[in-house]
């Protein structure tokens, strides 16, 4: 049973939750318009509400770009000395590192993720993406060309400018921290504007970030509903860059609002991603695997393998040991360190997830396990984790991303029906594949159409490498130098090494 012991566990933590959360912006909340509509965040677990937000106007996201434009022109953040500003950079790891716990609960009550989690895996890595920065910034060099005889050609990179940050609710700490450290660290300032559903962790953070150093102004809040603060936020003049991680249907919406000023983006969008077991696989590796790649962040992952594929001659072995081993999921509070699936972060996700296990039903599929809201809970957003059976790709359930505790499971022959399978989706995001057969998993990696291609592994990531989607999973990548080309101008200067002739017009 889930009740108002989170509160008490909040407050037994010296953890102050504010009462409303307004926009951000300079340092400190601005006072609501009075005409602010109020939206409640509710904890997804209990269903008690934790805080009230009062949603940004325009006139508030207005605030928030301008103090984000005049902290740009000032120069105090971007024409910083890399030295101190990746000495800002490394303190701020080492807070939001000293910090965590507080980070993880304010996260769990509003989003429903498991503490243990989150202080495990997510909170560490929002650290870490400051750190990496940090480093990064250090070892980052011009370029200089000498072949034009007689003039020194350089290379140089600028921030470029005021950045629009639009991060989502599922690990909302974990994206929006790659957002800003990726952003300012090379020089800018931004806007954030976190999920209305997740507010808190996220402003605790960028007050961590101020204490590190950053300039008050150089990353401003704005919070309120996609359509509406997030709306004003991407279509303001003064953006430079947007950078967007959510969902497809919204980016589109974005770059509508991008083309007026022909902004750059940068989009992490959604997924449906392949999960391959072949009859040489190590099968138990496979389950375990397997079982992280959809379940884990309460099967609320864009990275999931959702579309599990396995080879015939180990199906029924594969089937029979992941169905088990779902139904021993521990699903529960969030808060208790051995849950390992929470509650879904809003109540009308729970329902389009429902409502896909409805359709898997219509759709013909077979439900092994799972598709129900939760049983044993009687309040929170939970849904049984659930795997269903299918034989057709092109169902609904197969091609559309549902974001939660789901997974489909399809039997194949041959390693060229997965590959052409797991191509058959307007994502590509990522891939998973288990096998022994190294020339099998070359293949693999040449013919999958993702961005990420994971053999033997589940979600392992190194911050050097780039991440992001082919097709409809995004646009541009995260990762250093892909980072450092989205948030900098390039500049070239020309310097002739001698006095030279210059050609001579208008002379008789
Ligand atoms: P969403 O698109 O509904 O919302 C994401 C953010 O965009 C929120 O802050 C929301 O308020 C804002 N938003 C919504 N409409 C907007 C608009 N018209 N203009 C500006 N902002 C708007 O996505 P979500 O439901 O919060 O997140 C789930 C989606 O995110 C899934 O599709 C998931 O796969 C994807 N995702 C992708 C990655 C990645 O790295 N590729 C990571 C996590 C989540």
Request: hydrophobic fraction near 45%; charged fraction near 20%.
């Amino acid at each position: 049973m889930v009740d108002s012991r989170h509160t008490e566990a909040l407050a037994a933590a010296g953890i102050d939750v504010p009462e409303q959360v307004t926009a951000y912006v300079r340092g400190r909340q601005v006072a609501a318009d009075t005409a602010a509509v109020a939206l409640p965040v509710i904890n997804p677990a209990n269903e008690e509400s934790v805080t009230q937000l009062m949603e940004a106007s325009d006139t508030d996201v207005g605030l928030a770009v301008g103090a984000a434009r005049e902290a740009f022109e000032s120069g105090a953040w971007p024409r910083m000395s890399v030295k101190q500003r990746q000495a800002i950079l490394r303190d701020a790891a080492q807070l939001v590192a000293e910090n965590q716990q507080e980070l993880a609960l304010l996260e769990t009550v509003c989003a429903g993720l498991p503490v243990a989690h989150l202080t495990g895996r997510q909170i560490p890595r929002a650290a870490e993406n400051f750190s990496f920065f940090a480093d990064y910034i250090g070892l980052m060099a011009g370029e200089t060309f000498e072949q034009e005889a007689g003039f020194l050609t350089t290379v140089t990179r600028e921030p470029a400018g005021v950045a629009a940050l639009v991060a989502p609710w599922n690990a909302p700490l974990a994206l929006a921290s790659m957002q800003i450290a990726s952003c300012i660290a090379f020089g800018n300032c931004c806007v954030s504007k976190p999920s209305e559903y997740t507010p808190l962790s996220v402003l605790r953070l960028v007050q961590l970030l101020e204490q590190a150093g950053v300039p008050e102004g150089v990353i401003n809040v704005v919070n309120g509903r996609g359509p509406v603060t997030g709306h004003a936020l991407v279509s303001h003049p003064g953006i430079d860059r947007i950078a967007f991680t959510g969902g497809t249907a919204t980016a589109r919406s974005i770059m509508r609002d991008a083309a007026a000023q022909l902004t750059p983006v940068h989009f992490e969008l959604g997924g449906k991603s392949a999960n391959m077991v072949f009859a040489d696989a190590d099968v138990e590796r496979a389950v375990d695997g397997s079982l992280i790649n959809v379940y884990s962040n309460n099967g609320q992952i864009c990275i999931a393998g959702s579309r599990i594929l396995v080879q015939r001659p180990v199906a029924e072995a594969f089937i029979d040991a992941f169905v088990a081993r779902v139904k021993n999921l521990r699903v529960g509070d969030p808060m208790d360190p051995l849950t390992e699936v929470g509650p879904l972060a809003f109540a009308a996700h729970r329902d389009r997830v429902l409502s896909y296990v409805a359709l898997a039903r219509e759709e013909g599929a077979e439900i092994l396990v799972g598709g129900t809201s939760a049983p044993g809970f009687d309040r929170g957003y939970y849904v049984s984790p659930t795997a269903a059976l299918v034989t057709d790709n092109n169902l609904r359930i197969c091609q559309e991303e549902v974001f939660g505790p789901f997974a489909t499971i399809q039997v194949f022959d041959e390693p060229e029906e997965a590959i052409a399978i797991a191509n058959e989706s307007d994502y590509g995001l990522v891939a998973y594949a288990w096998t022994s057969d190294l020339a099998l998993a070359m293949t693999l990696q040449s013919e999958i159409r993702a961005g990420t291609v994971w053999i033997n592994t589940p979600l392992v990531r190194d911050l050097r490498a780039p991440f992001g989607g082919f097709k409809q999973s995004g646009i541009g990548r995260d990762g250093p130098r892909q980072c450092a080309e989205f948030y900098t101008e390039e500049k070239a200067t020309i310097v002739p090494r001698v006095t030279f002739p210059i050609r001579k017009m208008g002379v008789d």
